[in-house]
């Protein structure tokens, strides 16, 4: 699933490659991709408009079009937004296709049907989406230790699940919680109200670290994930214990252990982090 080094890599790949460009057209092949509002609204919001900037919010792209309207793309478990040719052959699982004025087109594809795009104006965002909701971007600035460790403090539980709750920070998944964990050897299980200052501030060091050197590998591909020119991302190969069940830890050496933690799979080495 692509997260916030996948999709800032999306964000700056269409930031080089759509902005200033004019959709010329949009045929929607399947009525459920439409997230917001009805298909024949969605399409008179984009069609003719021009494509002035892109930004990330959490996992959201938000394309902001001269109509006024700002154009969401959720690409949610497997979706991929491909820069391609008109004339390139149309492959299982394409969903939605963006006919741009340079003759080059966008194409959304998705295997698993989870994938949503909207058009709506800023107000509509915040009502529909609630993105005033979303706590402040992991990689942001503005996140400074002391508001991370506040945010962090006024919540009570394990912390794998809370660094996976997109209103405490937004962008953390489950690759990049997992790793973070290992990397300052703390358990999926253990939980916020057990850990020191010191340990909130190993962990946002590495929330920060990690997500940075992913960004400059252009992400991480463990299945599906792919760039906007279809190229996969690097940082799979730095991947300590995500996916890597049963595999050597890195560290110690023994087996790396894998299990459903807040209702998702976390990876972490029993061992090494406690
Ligand atoms: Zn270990």
Do not use: W
Not at 1 to 19: F, Q, R, Y
């Amino acid at each position: 699933m692509p997260e916030l080094p996948e999709v800032e890599t999306i964000k700056n790949d269409l930031a080089g490659l759509v902005v200033r460009c004019r959709i010329e057209r949009v045929e929607v092949l399947d009525r459920l991709v439409v997230r917001y509002p009805d298909v024949p609204t969605f399409v008179q919001r984009v069609e003719r408009a021009e494509i002035l900037s892109v930004r990330r919010r959490a996992k959201y792209l938000l394309l902001s079009l001269s109509s006024g309207y700002i154009l969401s793309i959720q690409l949610m478990v497997t979706g991929q937004l491909l820069a391609t040719k008109p004339e390139e052959p149309r492959r299982k699982g394409l969903r939605l296709i963006f006919d741009l004025d340079d003759g080059s087109q966008l194409r959304l594809v998705d295997s698993s049907f989870l994938a949503r795009v909207g058009a709506l104006s800023e107000g509509e965002l915040e009502s529909e989406f609630h993105l005033d909701e979303l706590g402040p971007e992991a990689n942001a600035p503005d996140l400074t230790l002391e508001r991370f460790k506040e945010r962090l403090r006024a919540r009570r539980g394990m912390i794998k699940p809370l660094l996976l709750d997109q209103r405490l920070v937004a962008g953390l998944g489950n690759i990049y919680a997992d790793e973070v964990l290992f990397a300052v050897r703390i358990g999926p299980r253990c939980r916020v109200e057990d850990l020191s200052d010191e340990d909130i501030s190993r962990i946002y060091d590495a929330m920060r670290r990690i997500l940075t050197a992913a960004i400059a590998q252009r992400g991480t591909t463990t299945r599906s994930y792919r760039d906007v020119l279809g190229r996969k991302g690097a940082y799979q190969s730095s991947l300590m214990v995500h996916a890597r069940a049963g595999q050597p830890c890195p560290s110690c050496g023994g087996p790396v252990q894998s299990s459903m933690i807040g209702g998702r799979v976390a990876y972490f080495c029993p061992a090494c982090q406690r």
